[in-house]
């Protein structure tokens, strides 16, 4: 397949803005750019697969730029249904520097911010120079701003196609870019710069943007969402992200396959067939989960994931560490205990049985374990010695309530 034809095939092409960009994308160099604003200091899932469409472009010759808004992100690109909170010029730095260190890191893009250029445009030439070029009919038919009119709309945010436009033609001049990639979200905003750019310069320029990844809701993942999954493995965790990936529905792993992996079209045909035969092995998540954990954090990261998640899946904790534990039970309950604390006094201390009698009748079931170990003596006595790495308890009351208990 050409690379446009693997695009396509993978589900990575909604629109391109001219025809004439395929034959350049198959057997041309172009300069490329895409873009985030810092609105956080991590990137996530969302993100990734656009910045795999950038790897894809550059292995395939053609050179990525990464654009973080410095300038873009203090006025916030419209959403559909609000406005966005501003942020800080203090957090948008901190935010950039985050974002830039971990695109380099993962990505290996050259990155650029767009305040360099905008931070000394005034306001009359801001007008003259590029307002003038923009239609208001041509504005307010764009999806963002026409989807806010009947709640309102402030002149800030109006104005971001037009922030964004002004990126497109200075990488341009300056850098030579031809093309922005995007998600289909900012098909107004893409389309705005190459109007620019032919109406200021009279020259030709590129936009592409592929379809969001969403849920399974269809929902898109990103912070305002409520639904990260972070690129940042100290905000989502590679144990984290694994088990969402391998807990995908089946309905949606083929389709994440193509988006999120460099797997070719042959080997992914064939985890189809695996998966259609046999969906109770899980062979195509657990692809997935090993080439998206690998190319993100390495393969080190990726089989400590695996570790703790067969280690808790077979009841096996004792092989893992203290930090291993506390990742794979990042969420359930955890408290202090002293040493030598009576077993039965930590139950009722903390809420995991209600009574004395409770706690007895959990304890002669066999329904209380520690560490995997089942225990039935209410005086038991909590030492380190019956601790992980001296430390860390794993108390288990039944078959799903776990929590975690810290001796200090």
């Known amino acids: 397949m050409t690379l446009y034809e693997d695009l396509k095939w993978r589900g990575l092409v909604q629109d391109i803005s001219d025809d004439k960009l395929i034959d350049k994308l198959n057997n041309e160099s172009l300069t490329f750019y895409i873009g985030t604003d810092p609105t956080a200091d991590s990137m996530h899932i969302g993100h990734y697969s656009s910045f795999l469409i950038s790897k894809r472009l550059a292995r395939a010759g053609h050179k990525p730029i990464l654009l973080v808004g410095g300038a873009t992100g203090l006025i916030g690109d419209p959403k559909p249904t609000a406005e966005r909170p501003m942020i800080s010029k203090e957090e948008v730095e901190h935010n ?13 893009f050259e990155v650029v911010n ?7 445009i005034n306001i009359i030439d801001f007008l003259r120079d590029y307002g003038k070029y923009f239609n208001i009919n041509y504005m307010l038919a764009k999806d963002k701003v026409k989807s806010r009119l009947e709640s309102g709309i402030t002149y800030a945010e109006f104005s971001y196609m037009i922030l964004q436009a002004l990126d497109f033609m200075h990488l341009y001049k300056t ?8 998600g289909s979200d900012q098909w107004g905003n893409i389309t705005s710069g190459i109007e620019l750019v032919r109406k ?18 269809g929902i898109k993942f990103g912070k305002t969402e409520g639904n990260a999954l972070w690129l940042d493995k100290n905000k989502t965790s590679s144990y984290e992200l694994y088990q969402y990936l391998i807990n995908l529905e089946d309905s949606m792993i083929i389709d994440y396959l193509k988006k999120l992996t460099f797997l070719s079209k042959e080997e992914i045909e064939v985890l189809e067939k695996k998966h259609n035969e046999n969906p109770h092995l899980r062979q195509a998540h657990k692809a997935l989960a090993k080439e998206v954990i690998t190319d993100l954090h390495g393969k080190e990261e990726y089989e400590k994931a695996v570790k703790i998640s067969e280690a808790l899946f077979s009841g096996n904790v004792k092989s893992l560490s203290r930090q291993e534990i506390l990742i794979g039970f990042k969420d359930v309950p955890s408290f202090n205990i002293k040493e030598n604390t009576k077993l039965i006094d930590v139950l009722m201390e903390n ?6 009698r409770e706690a007895r009748e959990f304890l002669s079931a066999g329904s209380i374990s520690i560490n995997d170990e089942k225990v039935y003596d209410e005086n038991k006595i909590i030492t380190k010695d019956v601790a992980i790495d001296g430390e860390i308890l794993v108390i288990r009351r039944g078959k799903k309530k776990n929590y975690i208990a810290i001796i200090k």
């Open 96 to 108: 950039f520097n985050g974002l830039k260190k971990q695109a380099e890191d993962i990505f290996g």
């Open 114 to 120: 767009n305040y360099d250029w905008t931070k000394d």
């Open 175 to 182: 850098r030579g870019v031809t093309l922005q990639v995007a």
């Open 200 to 217: 200021k310069l009279g020259k030709e320029v590129y936009g592409m943007v592929m379809p969001l990844v969403t849920d399974s809701n």
């Open 351 to 356: 809420n995991i049985c209600q009574s004395k």
